[in-house]
Structure formats: C-alpha cells, structure tokens
Nanobody, 122 residues
Framework: QVQVVESGGGLVQPGGSLRLSCAVS????????MGWYRQAPGKQRELVAR???????HYADFVKGRFTISRDNAKNTVYLQMNTLKPEDTAVYYC????????????????WGQGTQVTVSS
C-alpha cells in the first residue's frame, strides 16, 4: 500500500515563508511525477507546482518566482519552499504522486496525501 504523507503546514504572517514536505512510502518501483495542489474554501483544487522524474518543473503563474519545488529521489520526498506568502495562498495543500509498481509495466497509479493546512494571516 502506498502512503503519501505531507508535513510542514501552519500559520504564517504575510511575507513569510514555509516549507512543505511530502514523503511517499510503499512497495513501488519508481515515482514519476510529483506535485503540489491546493484547495481554498469554496474553490476547486488547483495545481501549484509539479516536478518530473527528470527534474523538469512546472509552476502555476500565481506562484512563479515565490515557490520552488524540489525532490529527493533517495528519500522519495518532494518539497515546496514557499516564500513571500500572501493571504490568498491560504488553502489546504495536497501532495500528489504518480508511481509505477514494475519496471516493465507502463501502468501508472496516482496517489494523494491527506493535505496540510497553510494559513497566511496577520
């Protein structure tokens, strides 16, 4: 069974920083793409940032220049460094992982974490 566990959320003042972590565990062959999504109250879940197994990254326009996604393949962990936080960044942040179970099987499976709350407020 694959587990996806986020940590690092909390309350921060506008202009502050937070670092989210997401660890993936389980009997898998590889982790392909990993990403961070967020969902604010009354809004749909949206992509924040995504990173592939070759470290290619993609960011939503609203976080470009402020957030940085990175991954540690040895630890099956992805990070989201969030700087210059704004009140509109307040949301539950979810980690997403796309995994393969077998080397010669192209099938991929998607898993989500339980989410971590980020609140930006003075």
């Amino acid at each position: 069974q694959v587990q996806v566990v986020e940590s690092g959320g909390g309350l921060v003042q506008p202009g502050g920083s937070l670092r989210l972590s997401c660890a993936v565990s389980g009997s898998i062959f590889s982790i392909n793409a990993m990403g961070w999504y967020r969902q604010a109250p009354g809004k749909q879940r949206e992509l924040v940032a995504r990173i592939t197994s070759s470290d290619s990254t993609h960011y939503a326009d609203f976080v470009k220049g402020r957030f940085t996604i990175s991954r540690d393949n040895a630890k099956n962990t992805v990070y989201l460094q969030m700087n210059t936080l704004k009140p509109e960044d307040t949301a539950v942040y979810y980690c997403n992982a796309v995994v393969k179970y077998r080397r010669y099987d192209a099938s991929q499976y998607e898993y989500w974490g339980q989410g971590t709350q980020v609140t930006v407020s003075s």
